[in-house]
C-alpha cells in the first residue's frame, strides 16, 4: 500500500559454445496477479538492462528486473513458470563449459532472488524454492538452493557448493551430503548444476591496479573476509575477493564481491584497496562496477567523501558524480548512472506516471478532476514540501556570497535538512494517493461469507491504518524542521525574508492538511489504543506547528524593522 513492491533476480549464465544463429536467450517466466510476466534476457545485446562484460573471465553476468508483485508474493501467484536456456531444449544443447577466472559450476551458474523495495527476504525465498523446484522439474537439471533459502547451514554459501566447480560434478554429485535439493543426482553434462537462492545485494566491484596479477591477488587475500584461511583472516567482512589479469586492459584487478555493503560498505573495499597498494608503490587507476548497484551505497560513499575533505554537495546527481570520480568508475567505460542504478530502473511507482513527474498544470487538472485521489493529502505533501524547498532555496540565497562569508559554516548545517525534507515530503505526494486507492480496494473485497467478511476487515483496517501512517509521517517530517527554520530566520538573507515567510505558511498548511487526513481515518479504526495515541501525536504537533510559524513570523518581521 505504501509503494510498489520489487525484487530482482539476477542470472548468472556460463558462457557456452552455442550453434551459429543460436543467441542463446534465457526467458524468465513469471505469474503474478496481474497475469504472466516475460522478461527475455539475449547473450548478444540485452534489450531489458545493459550488460557489463567481464572481458576474458568466461562468464557473464545478468541483471533482470521483474515484477515486484509477481515475484514477492511466493506459492501459485509468485510461481516461476519456466525458464529456457541456450534458445531451445537443454536435451538439444551441445554445450562445451570451459574453464575461466570466474567460478562456475552450470550453463545457469547461479540466479538469486533478492529484495529491492518492498519485498521481505522470507518472500524471495518462497520465490527461489518456487524457481527451483520449477527448473529442475522442466528441464530434469540438478539445482541446489543457497542463501538465506539454503535447508542447511553447509550451503549458505555459493563457493561452498560451488566448490570443485563443473569439473567435479559427476563424483561430487554420487555422495549423499551434495545430493541437490530438485532435481536429479545425476550429472548433465550439457547443463551442469545450477544454484538458486535468496541473498542481500550483492555488488561485484572491481579495483584497477598497474601491477601484476600475483600482487592484486595478495592484496584480495589481506582484504577479503576469507583471507589466507582460517587462520589468516581478512580485515574486511562480508567481503570475497580475488586478483586477476586483464590482458585487454593491459591492467590487474582486485576483484571483490559485496555481499552485504552495509556491513562493508564501496568506498572502505576502494580505500583499503588504495593503502595495500601503496604499501607496495602500486598505483591504483580507477574501480570497475559489475552489473547494477543500489542508489544507497553510492549514496554512503557520497557521504563518506564529503565529510572527509569537507564538501558540501546537496544534489544527489552531484553527489554520484562525486562518487564517480572519486573511484574512478568510468575508467574502463562509460558510468551511466540511469543504467547502472539499480532504483532508477526499477521506478518506486507502476507503469503509469507518478503525480510527482507530472507538469504541474496536469497536476493540478488531476486535483481537480471528479476522483477523490489525488486528494487532500497529496496537496498537503506537496504544500509541505514546497515549503521545504522554498527554506532549502533562502539557505542557498544566502550560502556563497561574499557578503554573508561568515555564515557559510552555518548554512552548511541548515540547508540540509530542508533538503532531504524536501524530497520524503515529494514521495509522500504519490504515497497518499496509494494508501487511499489501496483503502478503497480492501473495502471491495468480497463479503458473502464469514470467512471472507473477517479478511475484508482485516484488509480495511491495515489500508486505514496505512492512511493514516502516510500524513502522519507528513506531520512528523515537517516537525523535525522547526528548529533549523527558527535558526534560519535570525539570520537569512532577508532579500528571501517573503521566500521564508510563504515556507513557514506552506509548512503550516501541509500539517494542517496532515492533522485532518489523520482524524478522517481515525474515524473508522477499531483499535482505540492506537486512536487514542494517534489522535494525541497529531494534535501536539499541529499545536506545535502552530507556535512555531508564529515564532519565524515575528522574527522575520523583528529583523525588518
Not at 569439473?167 to 538458486?196: H, I, M, N
Not at 502516510?470 to 522547526?482: D, F, H, I, K
Request: glycine residues 8%.
Amino acid at each position: 500500500m505504501g509503494g510498489q513492491r520489487r525484487a530482482k533476480a539476477a542470472l548468472q549464465l556460463t558462457r557456452t559454445h552455442r550453434e551459429p544463429g543460436n543467441p542463446g536467450e534465457v526467458s524468465l517466466w513469471l505469474v503474478g496477479e496481474g497475469g504472466v510476466y516475460r522478461e527475455p534476457l539475449k547473450v548478444h545485446g540485452l534489450p531489458s538492462e545493459r550488460r557489463e562484460p567481464l572481458l576474458d573471465q568466461q562468464a557473464e553476468l545478468f541483471a533482470q528486473r521483474g515484477s515486484g508483485r509477481a515475484m514477492a508474493t511466493g506459492g501459485d501467484k509468485g510461481r516461476v513458470l519456466m525458464t529456457r536456456a541456450g534458445g531451445g531444449s537443454i536435451r538439444r544443447r551441445k554445450a562445451a563449459l570451459s574453464a575461466g577466472e570466474h567460478p562456475r559450476m552450470g550453463a545457469l551458474d547461479v540466479c538469486p532472488f533478492i529484495p529491492v523495495r518492498g519485498v521481505s527476504m522470507e518472500e524471495c525465498v518462497l520465490c527461489a524454492q518456487a524457481f527451483g523446484q520449477r527448473l529442475a522439474e522442466e528441464l530434469g537439471v540438478p539445482v541446489y538452493l543457497y542463501g538465506e533459502a539454503a535447508q542447511t547451514a553447509s550451503r549458505r554459501t555459493l563457493p561452498a557448493i560451488r566448490a570443485g566447480e563443473y569439473e567435479a560434478l559427476p563424483e561430487k554429485l554420487k555422495q549423499a551430503e551434495w545430493a541437490p535439493d530438485f532435481g536429479p543426482s545425476s550429472f548433465v553434462p550439457s547443463w551442469g548444476a545450477t544454484a538458486t537462492g535468496a541473498r542481500k545485494f550483492l555488488i561485484a566491484f572491481n579495483i584497477n591496479l598497474l601491477s601484476t596479477k600475483e600482487q592484486a591477488h595478495r592484496i584480495a587475500l589481506n582484504l577479503r573476509e576469507q583471507g589466507r584461511g582460517p587462520d589468516q583472516p581478512g580485515r574486511l567482512k562480508k567481503v570475497q575477493g580475488i586478483g586477476w589479469y586483464l590482458d585487454e586492459k593491459n591492467l590487474a584487478q582486485v576483484s571483490t564481491n559485496l555481499l552485504d555493503f552495509e556491513v562493508t560498505a564501496l568506498h572502505t573495499v576502494y580505500e583499503e584497496t588504495c593503502r595495500e597498494a601503496k604499501e607496495l608503490s602500486l598505483p591504483v587507476v580507477g574501480s570497475q562496477l559489475v552489473g547494477l548497484v543500489p542508489l544507497q551505497a553510492i549514496l554512503d560513499a557520497a557521504t563518506f567523501y564529503c565529510e572527509k575533505e569537507n564538501l558540501f554537495v546537496l544534489e544527489e546527481e552531484q553527489r554520484i558524480r562525486l562518487v564517480v570520480n572519486r573511484l574512478g568508475l568510468d575508467s574502463l567505460s562509460p558510468f551511466n548512472p540511469k543504467e547502472r542504478i539499480i532504483e532508477y530502473l526499477v521506478p518506486d511507482h507502476g507503469p503509469e506516471q507518478s503525480l510527482v513527474d507530472k507538469p504541474l498544470c496536469a497536476f493540478v487538472r488531476e486535483v481537480g478532476a471528479r476522483s477523490a485521489a489525488p486528494g487532500g493529502g497529496s496537496v498537503a505533501a506537496a504544500s509541505a514540501a514546497m515549503g521545504a524547498s522554498l527554506a532549502c532555496m533562502a539557505g542557498l540565497m544566502t550560502y556563497g556570497r561574499r557578503q554573508f562569508e561568515h555564515l557559510d559554516a552555518t548554512m552548511r548545517r541548515l540547508i540540509p535538512p530542508f533538503h532531504a525534507a524536501a524530497a520524503q515530503l515529494t514521495a509522500l505526494v504519490d504515497r497518499d494517493a496509494r494508501a487511499f486507492e489501496a483503502c478503497l480496494e480492501a473495502m471491495k473485497l468480497p463479503r458473502s461469507t464469514p470467512e471472507e467478511r473477517d479478511r475484508r476487515s482485516a484488509a480495511v483496517q491495515e489500508g486505514l491504518r496505512q492512511a493514516v501512517a502516510v500524513p502522519l509521517a507528513l506531520a512528523e517530517t515537517v516537525a523535525s524542521l522547526w528548529p533549523a527554520l527558527q535558526k534560519l530566520a535570525l539570520c537569512v538573507n532577508l532579500a528571501c525574508r517573503s521566500d521564508l515567510q510563504v515556507a513557514a505558511k506552506a509548512l503550516e498548511t501541509g500539517m494542517f492538511g496532515a492533522y485532518f487526513n489523520v482524524l478522517i481515518n481515525l474515524r473508522d479504526i477499531t483499535d482505540d489504543k492506537f486512536k487514542d495515541q494517534t489522535l494525541q501525536r497529531i494534535t501536539s504537533l499541529l499545536q506545535e506547528a502552530k507556535t512555531q510559524v508564529a515564532l519565524v513570523l515575528d522574527r522575520l518581521e523583528e529583523r525588518q524593522g
